[in-house]
């Protein structure tokens, strides 16, 4: 264990040499974080879509928490990232693919998921990128489904204008020390819809 661990941050490190922006960070996710961001996460979830695994930390954190392979779909951009899913997760469905593309996608033969976990550095990237990958991963859960993103910096990751235009609401759900670097987590949900005023009967009553 203590071996690989050593071989995933030598290849984690080597990904964000070769392209930081998407990576971004030196170090996968520490086991403090990974714990965080799927402690609101079980079996009875549902089916899962991870964003952006990486050394597949998060994964493994929510097979632990007996979330079923053939229930979780990952999306990886990297090569080496995805073939490495591929052979350590057979259950899973692995797609090597940009997660910004998502809604173009069929996941679970059209069933939707319950959640979606994301792993990657939305800080880094375009508000039209984040607003495609919110926009996509929203298409593919149920009304109720919650998106959990981490982030280094010290406010929400995804601005407020994006979540007006989609309709969500942010909370944050908790933050470690225990990581490289220190992180927080959100969560991400629809707004509940109020039934529109009767006014009519508000008038009637007057």
């Known amino acids: 264990m203590k071996q690989q661990h050593i071989s995933e941050t030598f290849g984690f ?3 964000w040499l ?3 922006l998407r ?11 990974a714990s965080l961001i799927t402690s609101e996460i079980s079996r009875e979830t549902g089916r899962i879509i991870e964003l952006g695994p990486g050394t597949g930390a998060f994964t493994r954190a929510l097979i632990a928490r007996g979330v079923r392979q053939e229930d979780l779909v990952l999306i990886e951009f990297g090569a080496a990232f995805a073939a490495t899913l591929q052979s350590r997760y057979p259950g899973a ?3 090597r693919m940009d997660a910004a593309r998502l809604r173009t996608v069929e996941l679970f033969e059209g069933r939707p998921a319950g959640a ?5 550095p939305l800080l880094s990237m ?8 919110l926009t996509g991963a929203f298409s593919k859960m149920r009304p109720d489904g919650a998106f959990y993103q981490f982030t280094y910096g ?28 220190p992180a927080a987590v959100y969560r991400f949900r629809l707004q509940e819809r109020r039934p529109p005023r009767d006014r009519t009967r508000g008038e009637a009553q007057a």
């Open 13 to 15: 490190f080597q990904a």
């Open 18 to 20: 070769r392209d930081p």
């Open 23 to 33: 990576v971004a960070s030196i170090a996968p996710s520490g086991r403090a974080l």
């Open 93 to 95: 469905c692995t797609l």
């Open 116 to 120: 979606t976990v994301s792993g990657l």
């Open 126 to 133: 375009s508000a039209r990128k984040v607003f495609a990958i």
């Open 154 to 181: 010290p406010r929400c990751p995804v601005p407020g204008s994006i979540l007006d235009r989609l309709g969500l609401e942010a909370e944050r759900i908790g933050g470690t020390l225990a990581n490289l670097p």
